[in-house]
């Protein structure tokens, strides 16, 4: 081999060489991956940003509470409750859905519930049946019980306004979440 084609191919070589090497260093054989673990929640499932229509009787399959705040991060009554929902929903994850629309962002994912104002909550049991509040509680949060004009049946329970993470715990006790 003359001197010339040996100048030509080293240099490739080496390249070839030197990413060889460095994928054998980040991952040396006999090495194992870690398995994902096939009990934990999907994580997708539990996101508390959603950005399309909230699909209530695929959540209500997981057997689990189902509280979604409809409202922006454009409104500041919205701001303020931000908080409240990203530790509700750290918290319970795996014991109940809490999720959150910017329906200013995404216009169309409110159109299956009853939005009036923002920010409002329709709050849903894990059998996915409308939650109905007690006389107790429902003496100290407001709700508002949506029915079907053609049949009567009660079809969304929602709570209109801000919502603090004490009124939103006694909801969840309500719904049979544990602390």
Same mark, same amino acid.
């Given at each position: 081999?003359?001197?010339? $084609?040996?100048? $030509?191919?080293?240099?490739? *070589? ?11 260093? $980040? ?47 454009? *409104?500041?009554? *919205? ?17 109940? #859905?809490? $999720? ?42 407001? #709700? ?36």
């Amino acid at each position: 081999m003359t001197k010339k $084609k040996l100048v $030509k191919i080293l240099p490739p *070589c080496l390249i070839v060489a030197v990413i060889v090497g460095i994928y054998l260093f $980040k991952n040396p054989p006999g090495a194992t991956q870690p398995l994902e673990d096939s009990t934990a929640p999907e994580d997708a499932a539990f996101a508390l940003t959603a950005t399309a229509a909230i699909d209530f009787e695929a959540l209500s399959e997981y057997g689990l509470p189902i509280i979604v705040d409809y409202g922006s991060d454009s *409104c500041i009554p *919205c701001q303020q409750m931000a908080p409240v929902l990203e530790t509700m929903n750290e918290e319970m994850t795996g014991r109940a #859905f809490i $999720k959150f629309v910017d329906v200013w962002e995404y216009t169309d994912a409110a159109n299956n519930v009853p939005i009036q104002v923002i920010p409002t909550q329709v709050l849903v049991n894990a059998d996915g049946t409308p939650f109905v509040p007690s006389e107790e509680l429902a003496q100290t949060i407001e #709700f508002i019980l949506y029915s079907s004009r053609e049949t009567g049946d009660h079809v969304f329970t929602v709570h209109q306004g801000g919502m603090t993470e004490e009124q939103m715990r006694l909801i969840l006790t309500e719904m049979g979440v544990e602390a």
